[in-house]
Each structure stands twice: as C-alpha cells, then as structure tokens.
C-alpha cells in the first residue's frame, strides 16, 4: 500500500448503517472524524464493539457532559507557545497541529476545537533557546498532535537544533503514527536516516509509541517498528485504559506481552483525563488497578514494566497500591521538585475516576519522612 488514503466524512463508512450516520450529526457538529483506508481496514464492522472502532469512530455518548477541554492544567505550565515545562528536567515542544487520525478520547481536542488560541509551536528557535538557556532540561519531548506528522525536514530542523544543545541527553517523538499508519516510516527512507544521524550511542531518541490494542500490531506496525529499532532509536509504548477498548485483564495482558516480543517496553498505562468528551472511555481508578494488576499477572517481567498512573494538574500520580479500605497513591513526577515520591493514602471511592475524587485523605508521606 502506499500511503492510505485520509478519510474525513463519516458518510464514507460504509460499516454505518444510514441510522447511525444520523444519530452522530450532533457528535460531528461538536468533534471533528479523521481517520484512514489501513486503520479502518482493522475494525470488524460486524461486531459493534469492535475495539478497534470504538478508538477512532465516533460515538454518542461522547456528548454526555462530563470534564474539562484542560483536565491537566496544561496552560499554567506554558512558558511560551507551544512550550511546555512542567518537569524541572523535561520540555515539551506542541511542534505539530496535526494527528493521523482524531483518537476519541484525545485529552487534547481542545487544540482542534479552538485552534484560534494558537498553542502550537511556531517558533523554533525562540524554543530552542529557551532549552538552551536551562541546563536542568535534559530531555524534551516533541509531540502535538502527533510528532510524526511533521515532514521530516522540519522534525529535522528541531531535532538538529536540539542536538546542539549538550545538556539535552534525550529526545523524544511522540507518536501514534505505528498503529494509525505505519507506512509513515515504511515509505520514508530520509526519516530512517534521521533516526541514524541523531540517535547516538551517548543520546538516544526515543519513539513513544501508542498502541492501544493487540490488534493494532500489525505485519505493517511491526516492519515499522524494526526499522525504527535498526535504525537506534528506543521505542516506548504507552497507552490509556479504554473501556470497551482494553480494559480486560486478557486483553491488555495481550497488549504488555505482543509490545514485549517485538522490543517495546509498556511505559504508562494512563488514567483516561477527565477531558470533554471522555466519559464512554473512562475506567474508574479502583476499577482500573485490578484490571492492571490482572494483566501483569500474566506477563514475564519484561512485559510488565508499565506503571498504571493519572497525569494529574500536580505531577504523574502512580496507582501503587490498595488494602481492604485504601488506595495507595504515589507522585511518580511531581511539578513540584518537594513533592517527588510523595505517597498519598486515601480512604477507597469505587466512583473515583480522578485523583480529585478523593475527598477522604488519610496520610501523606513525603520522601523526607520516609
């Protein structure tokens, strides 16, 4: 194949039965459909819970009203357009205003619903120097949107620019483009030799990918990712837990195990954001942390070093634990440097879906008191 044809009109489904193009009118008028001829070829449009369309085609229930456009507060940690710095040794460069196809439970479908406010990156050098004038950055992360979806010329121009930069050790891209269209990488020799010239033996590049079916680990997703590999970059997957999408102890065991055996680590298994739109995804915490502790069960170590946490406005609050009457809670990366490794007990709430839902705060453990 080569590169698959976009599709942006729900009309061209033909697994829609006229019926359901209807009832989605006031979806579409809301949230945009994008999407393409591979990745729709993966759904059985025989099974109307087929995972695969529940990730990309639209549903009603995404009309219940239900979080923010900004769950993580990611405006306050904006230093400048489309840079972020949250983490004292992380940045985050918003480099690209495009996606391969429009996840449903995109935590950023503020940036598409409202391009007016203008968070994309615009200007690289102004963000290059604001790397450059702060040693403790040591790693940044080019993302959007979907990094990929830069031409190469351009994901060029930025990571060159970050190369220059000694005290920046890693880059990463993040990217869904492995299961939405691998033919990104498959057809794209100059990326292969991008990946080869900046992905040092001293410095990787990292790829964090975002698979979050088995199914979408395709003969195609795979090739991709060896090149990628051969190349020297380090690939990472991460993924939200999706009702109806992987929120089976079998299926996202399947997911840890499929990423193992062709040399992707699982990273994160986020808490799906309290964002507009995200109610039909959402798993509550409780509910959530079996599931993860079942999937691991069935793994080798290898596969089960993923870390189930919630991309809290204060930092990445790993689910560590839980007892008969509470769940442990422990800041993985705080934004606030104090508040690294703080754990954080809290009374058990089966209808927690956030951090915030919490109400009933038992103990707080800082590192010092540890």
């Given at each position: 194949?080569?590169?698959?044809?976009?599709?942006?009109?729900?009309?061209?489904?033909?697994?829609?039965?006229?019926?359901?193009?209807?009832?989605?009118?006031?979806?579409?008028?809301?949230?945009?459909?994008?999407?393409?001829?591979?990745?729709?070829?993966?759904?059985?449009?025989?099974?109307?819970?087929?995972?695969?369309?529940?990730?990309?085609?639209?549903?009603?229930?995404?009309?219940?009203?239900?979080?923010?456009?900004?769950?993580?507060?990611?405006?306050?940690?904006?230093?400048?357009?489309?840079?972020?710095?949250k983490y004292?040794?992380?940045?985050?460069?918003?480099?690209?205003?495009?996606?391969?196809?429009?996840?449903?439970?995109?935590?950023?479908?503020?940036?598409?619903?409202?391009?007016?406010?203008?968070?994309?990156?615009?200007?690289?050098?102004?963000?290059?120097?604001?790397?450059?004038?702060?040693?403790?950055?040591?790693?940044?992360?080019?993302?959007?949107?979907?990094?990929?979806?830069?031409?190469?010329?351009?994901?060029?121009?930025?990571?060159?620019?970050?190369?220059?930069?000694?005290?920046?050790?890693?880059?990463?891209?993040?990217?869904?483009?492995?299961?939405?269209?691998?033919?990104?990488?498959?057809?794209?020799?100059?990326?292969?030799?991008?990946?080869?010239?900046?992905?040092?033996?001293?410095?990787?590049?990292?790829?964090?990918l975002h698979?979050?079916?088995?199914?979408?680990?395709?003969?195609?997703?795979?090739?991709?990712?060896?090149?990628?590999?051969?190349?020297?970059?380090?690939?990472?997957?991460?993924?939200?837990?999706?009702?109806?999408?992987?929120?089976?102890?079998?299926?996202?065991?399947?997911?840890?195990?499929?990423?193992?055996?062709?040399?992707?680590?699982?990273?994160?298994?986020?808490?799906?954001?309290?964002?507009?739109?995200?109610?039909?995804?959402?798993?509550?915490?409780?509910?959530?942390?079996?599931?993860?502790?079942?999937?691991?069960?069935?793994?080798?170590?290898?596969?089960?070093?993923?870390?189930?946490?919630?991309?809290?406005?204060t930092g990445?609050?790993?689910?560590?634990?839980?007892?008969?009457?509470?769940?442990?809670?422990?800041?993985?990366?705080?934004?606030?440097?104090?508040?690294?490794?703080?754990?954080?007990?809290?009374?058990?709430?089966?209808?927690?879906?956030?951090?915030?839902?919490?109400?009933?705060?038992?103990?707080?453990?800082?590192?010092?008191?540890?």
């Amino acid at each position: 194949m080569t590169q698959p044809k976009n599709v942006t009109d729900i009309a061209e489904l033909s697994g829609l039965s006229p019926e359901e193009r209807e009832r989605l009118h006031p979806v579409m008028d809301r949230f945009d459909f994008l999407s393409n001829e591979y990745y729709l070829s993966l759904i059985d449009w025989s099974d109307p819970d087929d995972p695969i369309r529940k990730v990309i085609v639209p549903c009603v229930e995404e009309m219940e009203e239900w979080g923010h456009l900004d769950p993580s507060n990611e405006s306050k940690y904006s230093v400048m357009q489309g840079v972020q710095h949250k983490y004292e040794s992380t940045a985050v460069f918003l480099a690209s205003d495009a996606c391969g196809g429009y996840c449903r439970f995109c935590f950023r479908k503020r940036l598409f619903i409202h391009p007016e406010q203008r968070e994309f990156l615009t200007d690289v050098d102004a963000a290059l120097d604001y790397v450059r004038g702060r040693p403790e950055i040591n790693n940044v992360l080019i993302t959007g949107g979907d990094g990929l979806m830069l031409p190469t010329a351009r994901l060029e121009r930025i990571v060159s620019g970050l190369r220059g930069i000694d005290h920046v050790r890693i880059i990463r891209v993040g990217t869904k483009l492995m299961a939405y269209n691998p033919y990104r990488v498959l057809h794209d020799p100059e990326l292969i030799r991008l990946v080869e010239r900046y992905s040092l033996p001293d410095r990787r590049m990292y790829f964090m990918l975002h698979f979050n079916h088995p199914r979408e680990i395709t003969e195609q997703s795979i090739a991709a990712c060896d090149m990628l590999l051969k190349a020297g970059a380090v690939l990472c997957n991460q993924t939200p837990m999706l009702r109806g999408v992987n929120d089976t102890p079998e299926v996202l065991g399947e997911l840890f195990n499929k990423l193992s055996f062709i040399g992707v680590p699982p990273y994160y298994v986020f808490l799906c954001r309290p964002t507009v739109g995200n109610l039909p995804f959402a798993v509550p915490v409780e509910q959530a942390h079996n599931i993860f502790l079942g999937a691991k069960s069935m793994c080798s170590g290898l596969a089960k070093r993923a870390r189930l946490t919630m991309s809290h406005a204060t930092g990445k609050i790993e689910v560590l634990a839980s007892t008969t009457d509470h769940m442990v809670f422990r800041y993985h990366r705080a934004a606030t440097p104090e508040q690294s490794a703080e754990v954080v007990i809290c009374k058990k709430n089966p209808e927690a879906y956030w951090f915030d839902d919490y109400q009933e705060i038992m103990e707080v453990v800082s590192l010092g008191d540890a």
